[in-house]
């Protein structure tokens, strides 16, 4: 009896390290994955960024904002955002959303003031929570200057939506689950038996010592 609870115990320790071990590799590759998205993601809004500051300075030439508003809307709904002008006045000039743009929509306050600030001393923007009253909902920012023959004239913001982060983490989490699941019970099958094989000598030496005990000495 004994020795079945040794066995016991060398399983549930077996099973222990194999669960923490299968939790910090999900975690980690988990992290991994999630890095490399929001990487690849802000990449795109800023290439996105770059291409509005082309069509401001295509407008700077032609008057026609058109190709703004096309571009806005196009980008709006290609990444699931929302994108804000602020003029250097603080004002919201244009937010595409849906599909469509609206104007004039006020000041920017509150945190958006000090992110706005910082974007127009030269810093370029980068966050993922929430931003702004307008926006009660979790998402990944990208913010930069307007420049229009090298001076600035303004602020982009383009806030897309996190809901593609999620699916893909999920999608990511469940591979992983599914793939070490497996792994654990092929583990623990492999653990059940190499704890056998290292615990059946020690209860051959336990009965032989009983054995011994009782004077039996063949």
């Known amino acids: 009896m004994k020795f079945d609870k040794v066995f016991t115990k060398l399983l549930f320790i077996s099973v222990v390290i194999l669960a923490i071990g299968f939790i910090l590799v999900t975690t980690f590759v988990s ?70 743009i609206t104007k004039d929509n006020g000041k920017i306050t509150g945190d958006a003031l000090e ?44 806030h897309s939506d996190i809901e593609e982060l999620q699916t893909y983490l999920n999608s990511i989490t469940g591979q992983v689950v599914v793939s070490a699941v497996a792994s654990i019970a092929v583990a623990i099958i492999l653990v059940y038996f190499m704890a056998h094989y290292f615990t059946t000598p020690l209860v051959l030496m336990n009965k032989n010592a009983k054995r011994l005990a009782k004077g039996d000495f063949d």
């Not at 809004?45 to 096309?70: H, Q, T």
């Not at 702004?132 to 023959?149: E, F, W």
């Open 115 to 158: 992110y706005y600030n910082s974007i127009l001393s030269g810093k370029d923007f980068e966050r993922i929570g929430t931003f702004d009253s307008r926006l009660n909902k979790i998402v990944m920012t990208y913010g930069t200057s307007i420049k229009v023959h090298g001076k600035i004239v303004g602020v982009i913001f383009i």
């Open 31 to 100: 992290s991994i994955f999630s890095r490399q998205f929001i990487d690849i993601k802000y990449t795109e809004l800023k290439n996105e960024s770059e291409v509005l500051n082309y069509c401001y300075n295509l407008y700077s030439k032609s008057g026609d904002s058109s190709y703004i508003e096309s571009e806005m809307i196009a980008a709006s709904t290609r990444y699931n955002a929302d994108i804000w002008i602020v003029d250097t006045d603080q004002n919201i000039i244009d937010i595409s959303q849906n599909g469509n």
